[in-house]
């Protein structure tokens, strides 16, 4: 057998040097679904050779053959079939056998008078007289793997698979995506927490798991980046990157998906049995240091797959704990100020005086100046278990389960200019005075006070999210031509903060120094901080949140091959959204008559030390409760939303040749209705009323993706599409907070009869491969958004908001005038972009260096939109929107080990409109910088070694396009960890 086995691999190495075909020595490893999968094929007659050559070329995997590369094959091939059924057709009635094997087939002499060839649709794995090839793994080999799935694709797809993800050290998905051409990611707790793609935000983003559209919700330890807030945005912190079988980002849209994501679709993949070959039990450990924080963080990983020809299991865990310290510098806004002439001392000049006393232009101060310091203790539980099947008669049945538990335990602390006499406020006439003060442009850089009372904040959070989802898929042959297939989903991701509570301590009369802004933010104080005798207590707060969301899906799709150049596929689908959830909060203000509660120093980093509250013993003396009712519901919060979309859907798939230049065509339409309701309190100052209202919007989607081989190497993609994005989850809500007094009032609401987004996209790739040594690509893309929601504040009678009228002051009649702040359908935007990308195997350099590879890619984009400033309308970069981004990787794998170490930039982006006269806030652009390292110490034992953020990298938010007042700079520290991974 060995002999044999050794004949077969010299055979196929002879081969690969006379037509160019890869050796048997170095055979991919494709899964069972791979090996199924209908391709497009364009053979032309040729020697056996060429012809298995053409074949290998078109399907993406090995064809080898130990038979006579000089055998005439007559018979052409043109249409779309599996890899298999292509060879029994090319090859009938010659003196052949084809044998699958794995990563691909092996065509043999066929003994005497033997029957034509014929295979399975689903291939039995290697027989053994097939040797023990030696398969290629790693991170270079699962970077060709990607290259054969975006060449394969129909349209313009990027992918990262499982050896990337789990090769890297990411502890998310969301990190790995980072360095995917056109991805971007935000950073929370030092990791990444959401995708932006091509200029357009997490909004625009759809993200699935496992074919089905899902919704995952944490939230953030900083106000500043949103706490827990109702956003159709993934949270990608929920899940272990390690658990991932691959990841697929589709660029262009196709009438035959879901509708959503006008910006494009990260579609990701757990484990499954049939994704290898044999049976696979892995256990892996690592230990990673805290970055800023002490400790040590452990990551368990664990995997049991079992298969036969038939049937496959597959469980698998993930459990990490970490603690990650975020500290630095904080201002809550930047306000227009006004000091009361008695405020301000003699030190000040007399033009900055007039400034500051209301004459001449406004200047703006900071809020709060702040030294900050947040601590995380979170836990992540992710369980994946999956089952397939796949009979003799061609009947494929997968289902996938996910359970995905994140809890995170944070202390926040903070020392700011926020007593009663503080500075917060746009109007400065209390006991503060401000002896010097540095004014440069509009903005006060640095002030020297005293008479400031000054606060401290001691916040404890727990919040947790538990995601569930299954997943039921199935496909079944009806006759030759004709395919069925079934999918079935539910996910549900339950979000729950029920520990939001601060503790506040007072200094009355201290004197204080700051510089808010610029390169190196800094206070002073003028008391010892520290001291108990100093502080008094001041106040204390108590706020739960919750929010649940639920997918449900199920799809129909019937795919009919007309002829071997034209394929028809017809469907239907449905989809249900729902969204519930509220925000409760009490705010209890005390005096000197409460006794100061147990107090401590600031326990974790910080610029200085401090004196805090202890929260418990807090809210045990002054027996404030921390359990909070319906009652506590903060206004216009506690809402649901439903959403009930049905869809049918056509494609066609024509191959074509245009001048010998084999190409693909596929033409889609769309039609697409949801039926949009939400119910939610109406509150003003007296007992809350419910208040619904539902809407429908219907359309029709086009899409159009071909491409076109203009040599044998490259190909040229073309799209068009025509996509629809829901709004906002918070912007569809019914629910309203009404202020009404005998002269009018405010209504705050949201609206759900908007408009959804629509979208007209175009694109334009050209790809150039360079056989497995990787591949340089060049894309431009457009997309016009026919409009934009923003939010408004419109004066219109109160009977014009469809509200009850028992919100109206008493004696005031519907028809005063009321003003209404909520979203509506503005004008447009378009964005233009291009992007390129380039990975490319060094082997062609002198030994040792021919280990090394490069992994790059750029993208620039360009949008823009008008944002209402009063009565002034600006026109600003789109929210998320980084006009520059990109990724460098350097590799080098030898036998045995392999590293890299790989850079991602991302360029500066607004993440907000701006308060008080401010254009805009905006997180300014960074680069981070990972390494990763593996070694194998024997068969099936790998050592890693890897760190995270060798840069320590600040996030740094400002506010105000022109003056850029900083609003936080923090940092989360450099990881290093290292790690074994085990699998027999």
């Not at 256990?283 to 496959?312: K, Q």
């Not at 200019?417 to 209390?430: E, K, M, S």
């Not at 297939?485 to 729950?496: E, H, I, M």
């Not at 008008?866 to 794998?893: C, H, K, M």
């Amino acid at each position: 057998m060995y002999s044999q086995a050794r004949g077969v691999l010299a055979a196929s190495r002879l081969l690969a040097a006379i037509v160019g075909l890869p050796a048997l020595a170095a055979p991919v490893s494709a899964s069972a679904e791979e090996l199924r999968a209908v391709r497009t094929f364009a053979v032309h007659a040729g020697n056996l050779g060429d012809v298995l050559a053409q074949v290998s070329r078109q399907s993406g995997m090995q064809v080898l053959t130990s038979a006579a590369p000089t055998i005439r094959v007559e018979r052409t091939l043109s249409g779309r079939y599996r890899t298999a059924e292509a060879l029994a057709i090319l090859l009938r009635g010659l003196p052949l056998a084809v044998r699958a094997m794995p990563g691909g087939y092996l065509v043999t002499p066929a003994p005497a008078a033997p029957p034509p060839p014929a295979l399975p649709p689903a291939p039995s794995p290697a027989p053994e007289a097939v040797g023990e090839p030696i398969l290629v793994t790693g991170y270079r080999e699962s970077l060709r793997q990607a290259v054969k799935v975006k060449r394969k694709a129909t349209g313009i797809v990027e992918v990262t698979r499982a050896e990337d993800v789990a090769a890297f050290p990411d502890p998310n998905a969301a990190d790995a995506l980072q360095r995917l051409p056109g991805i971007a990611i935000s950073r929370d707790s030092g990791e990444g927490r959401q995708v932006s793609l091509r200029g357009l935000g997490p909004l625009f983003t759809r993200t699935t798991l496992n074919g089905m559209e899902a919704l995952a919700t944490t939230a953030s330890g900083m106000d500043n980046r949103g706490s827990a807030s109702r956003q159709r945005r993934f949270d990608y912190s929920v899940f272990d990157a390690a658990l991932f079988s691959g990841i697929e980002v589709r660029k262009t849209w196709s009438a035959q998906y879901d509708a959503g994501g006008v910006g494009g679709t990260v579609a990701l993949h757990t484990l499954r049995p049939f994704d290898r070959q044999e049976d696979v039990t892995l256990t892996a450990v690592r230990a990673a240091s805290a970055g800023n924080a002490e400790g040590i963080a452990p990551r368990i990983t664990a995997e049991l797959s079992r298969r036969n020809d038939s049937w496959g299991v597959l469980v698998a865990a993930s459990w990490s704990r970490n603690r990650v310290t975020e500290y630095g510098y904080r201002n809550w806004d930047w306000v227009p100020v006004t000091f009361a002439e008695a405020n301000i001392g003699p030190g000040v000049g007399t033009a900055d005086r007039a400034r500051l006393t209301g004459q001449g232009d406004p200047v703006f101060m900071s809020r709060g100046q702040s030294y900050s310091s947040w601590a995380n203790r979170f836990t992540r539980l992710n369980l994946v278990g999956a089952i397939q099947h796949e009979s003799e008669d061609g009947l494929h049945l997968t289902l996938d389960l996910v359970h995905a538990r994140l809890s995170n335990d944070r202390q926040e602390y903070s020392l700011a200019a926020a007593g009663t006499n503080g500075l917060t406020t746009g109007t400065i006439d209390g006991t503060q005075m401000l002896r010097t003060v540095r004014i440069v442009g509009d903005t006060i850089v640095a002030g020297d006070l005293g008479g400031i009372d000054m606060r401290s904040e001691s916040k404890v959070t727990q919040d947790r999210t538990a995601f569930t989802q299954a997943v039921l898929a199935a496909e079944r042959p009806l006759g030759e031509t004709t395919r069925l297939n079934l999918r079935l989903g539910y996910a549900r991701s339950d979000f729950s903060e029920p520990v939001f509570d601060k503790a506040f301590l007072e200094s009355t009369g201290q004197d204080f120094a700051f510089v808010a802004t610029g390169a190196h933010p800094a206070n002073r104080y003028g008391f010892d901080t520290t001291d108990p005798a100093q502080w008094s207590f001041m106040r204390a707060d108590a706020r739960e949140d919750a929010i649940l969301n639920e997918n449900v899906a199920a799809r129909l799709e019937l795919t009919q091959r007309l002829s071997p150049s034209l394929e028809l596929l017809a469907g239907t689908s449905y989809r249900f959204f729902g969204n519930d959830g509220y925000e409760r909060r009490v705010t209890q203000d005390y005096g000197t008559d409460v006794l100061l509660p147990a107090t401590h120093p600031v326990d974790i980093l910080s610029r200085a030390p401090y004196l805090v509250a202890d929260v418990d013993a807090a809210f045990a003396a002054t027996g404030q409760s921390r359990d909070l009712t319906a009652a506590d519901n903060l206004p216009g919060m506690a809402y649901r939303v439903r959403e009930n979309s049905y869809a049918a859907f056509a494609v066609a798939r024509l191959d074509f040749a245009l001048v010998a230049m084999p190409g693909e065509a596929e033409l889609g339409l769309q039609y697409l209705r949801t039926d949009t309701s939400s119910t939610g309190e109406v509150r003003g100052n007296d007992t809350p009323l419910g208040r619904g209202q539902s809407s429908r919007h219907s359309a029709w989607l086009p899409s159009l993706r071909a491409w076109l081989d203009l040599r044998r190497d490259v190909r040229l993609r073309f799209a068009f599409s025509r996509d629809v994005n829901q709004p906002d989850v918070a912007d569809l809500r019914a629910a309203a907070a009404v202020n009404s007094t005998p002269f009018g009032g405010t209504v705050e609401t949201g609206d759900p009869a908007l408009r959804p987004f629509t979208a007209t996209a175009l694109d334009l790739a050209l790809e150039g491969y360079m056989g497995r040594d990787g591949y340089a690509s060049l894309g431009l893309f457009y997309k016009r958004m026919d409009s934009f929601i923003t939010s408004a504040t419109t004066l219109m009678p109160y009977a014009e908001t469809g509200l009850p009228a028992a919100f109206l002051y008493p004696g005031v009649p519907a028809d005063t005038l009321y003003n209404v702040v909520r979203p509506l359908n503005g004008s447009g935007a378009s964005i233009v972009g291009v992007e390129a990308a380039l990975q490319r195997d060094l082997h062609f350099l002198p030994a040792p260096f021919d280990g090394l590879g490069v992994q790059a890619n750029g993208t620039f984009v360009s949008g823009r939109s008008e944002v209402i400033y009063g009565q002034r309308a600006i026109s600003l970069p789109l929210i998320d929107l980084s006009r520059w981004s990109g990724n460098a990787t350097l590799y080098y794998t030898a036998r045995q080990w392999d590293a890299r170490i790989a850079l991602a930039y991302r360029g500066t982006y607004r993440d907000g409109l701006g308060n008080n006269g401010n254009i805009g806030s905006w997180i300014k652009g960074s680069a981070t910088l990972d390494f990763a390292g593996h070694a194998m110490l024997r068969p099936g034992l790998q050592a890693s070694v890897e760190a995270r953020n060798l840069t320590d990298t600040p996030i740094e938010q400002y506010t105000d396009r022109s003056a850029r007042r900083l609003l936080a700079r923090t940092r989360s520290g450099r990881t290093f960890a290292v790690g074994l991974r085990y699998a027999y």
